[in-house]
């Protein structure tokens, strides 16, 4: 990753410290979590995302503040291929180092994918009292996202791997001892590349006076990435090929397929925080 992960911890670290004097707070999110893709065949379902935040809002008028913190985010979603039975090619090379084509079908094919991110934002509030200890807040700004950890459960009904060797016009489908042929029950785990990207942010809300040096805000949020988080160099066959045995195949991922696939974040949702003044 490009960005280092302890140099910006230190820097919101430095930076919370220098505003002791200004409005701490604590919150989470819930709602919808989505990495987008454009990977064809495949869909995605079940989409959660949720994040914990601390951080501080220094106010430059009664009016206009600037705000920062660390934020940990975690989504949750399904993808699989849009037919229950699909296929995906992509080239490979086995011990001898002759070139084919990889064939993988599959039968029931489901991804369980769970994404851990650190978020670092940076936004612009503007708050104005609306009635007596309740203010109506807007925030807009940008955040760092670096994704820590993004994983995946994949199973399959049944999966086969078949061979086409172009150099010598040979199909091979049967040859399980050489990785070519099938399995059923398939699982395995395995885990996407990434690198961070930017993202922005909008919350709308209002805070509720909840005592003289404390309030609660609830808001709505949005949150849209741009770039792709998806970092890898090569394709790679969305189940890898095992040049020893039909079994113990490593599970890339749907994404992996397409080393170009634009992967990003958005989520939506609900925010609730603690402001401690």
Do not use: C
Not at 43 to 52: E, K
């Amino acid at each position: 990753m490009n960005f280092s992960l302890k140099n910006a911890i230190w820097g919101v670290a430095l930076l919370i410290s220098q505003g002791i004097s200004a409005q701490l707070y604590v919150g989470v999110q819930s709602g919808i979590g989505n990495i987008q893709n454009d990977v064809s065949e495949t869909s995605t379902g079940n989409r959660l995302g949720a994040a914990v935040k601390v951080g501080y809002i220094y106010s430059l008028t009664n009016h206009i503040g600037i705000g920062t913190g660390l934020e940990f985010s975690q989504y949750k979603q399904e993808a699989s291929l849009i037919n229950n039975t699909g296929t995906l090619s992509s080239y490979q090379v086995d011990p001898s180092t002759s070139a084919f084509v990889y064939d993988v079908t599959t039968t029931n094919y489901n991804e369980k994918q769970t994404l851990h991110a650190l978020q670092i934002p940076l936004f612009v509030q503007y708050k104005t009292n609306i009635n007596k200890g309740i203010d109506f807040n807007f925030r807009a700004g940008a955040k760092y996202f670096l994704p820590l950890k993004y994983k995946m459960e994949a199973k399959a009904d049944y999966v086969n791997g078949t061979a086409y060797y172009p150099d010598v016009n040979l199909y091979i489908d049967d040859l399980p001892e050489y990785g070519f042929g099938g399995q059923g029950n398939y699982t395995a785990t395995g885990e996407y590349d990434t690198k961070g990207v930017f993202m922005s942010m909008f919350e709308l809300g209002f805070t509720f006076d909840m005592g003289v040096k404390n309030s609660l805000y609830a808001a709505m949020f949005l949150e849209n990435g741009y770039g792709s988080i998806l970092d890898q160099k090569d394709d790679k066959s969305f189940i890898g090929y095992n040049p020893n045995s039909v079994s113990d195949r490593k599970a890339n991922g749907l994404y992996s397929a397409d080393k170009d696939a634009k992967l990003r974040p958005v989520a939506f949702g609900i925010t609730l925080g603690w402001n401690f003044k």
